[in-house]
């Protein structure tokens, strides 16, 4: 929390204020990707490498928002339910976007969202019964895969070939990793609940990484 000069605890910090422009970049970003490229001059610079600049600025204030929160101890209410949210509606339009343009599959792209909404109930039973379901390796696979696939498939439209199959792989792994990752949450979440609730105590949320936000992460 921060305070002000009066005493007042203000959630509006500058982290939250990254957080708040990466949620402002996700309708630029779906306005840029859908245009039609002959409607589109943005001083001779191509949609496609616009569109990968305004995933990879929103990608990189998701990593940096975490960083000074915690390096200044600005971590805030506003900030943890914020977070997430933004980078659902990121990843959301971007995919969403992709399987307009006819980069992506329909399908792969209801599996990983529909992970991320299992996964994101997952969390809200747990946290309900006063444990931590925190990120799986195999959910960080899912998102450094994710993020690579749509930043080579938005830059390789119309491009290469290369390109193409470089982000399919991609796009197949994170699909893959967002399937085993649900059944790991799963099982994770089946020996939560048959824990007597009190029996135990909550459990303790682990404390997090020199590179890791100190936030319940939805889209891990």
Do not use: C
Not at 13 to 35: A, C, D, E, K, Y
Not at 40 to 57: H, N, Y
């Amino acid at each position: 929390m921060v305070r002000s000069k009066t005493g007042r605890i203000r959630s509006v910090n500058l982290p939250n204020t990254l957080t708040l422009g990466r949620i402002f970049l996700v309708p630029l970003l779906v306005v840029v990707l859908l245009t039609n490229p002959r409607d589109f001059a943005v001083l001779g610079v191509s949609k496609e490498i616009l569109g990968a600049l305004i995933f990879g600025v929103a990608s990189l204030t998701d990593w940096l928002d975490g960083y000074l929160a915690r390096r200044r101890k600005q971590v805030t209410d506003l900030g943890q339910w914020m977070d997430p949210l933004a980078d659902k509606l990121l990843v959301t339009a971007a995919l969403v976007s992709l399987v307009y343009m006819e980069l992506a599959r329909a399908w792969m792209v209801v599996v990983i969202l529909g992970r991320e909404f299992f996964v994101t109930v997952l969390r809200s039973i747990a946290h309900a019964r006063g444990h931590a379901l925190p990120a799986s390796p195999l959910g960080k696979i899912k998102l450094i895969a994710q993020v690579t696939a749509i930043l080579i498939l938005i830059l390789g439209k119309g491009h290469t070939q290369g390109f193409f199959v470089l982000g399919q792989i991609a796009l197949w792994v994170a699909t893959i990793a967002a399937l085993v990752s649900a059944v790991d949450y799963s099982r994770r979440i089946n020996a939560l609940m048959a824990r007597p609730m009190g029996a135990t105590g909550p459990t303790p949320v682990p404390a997090p990484s020199s590179g890791e936000r100190p936030r319940d992460r939805i889209s891990a």
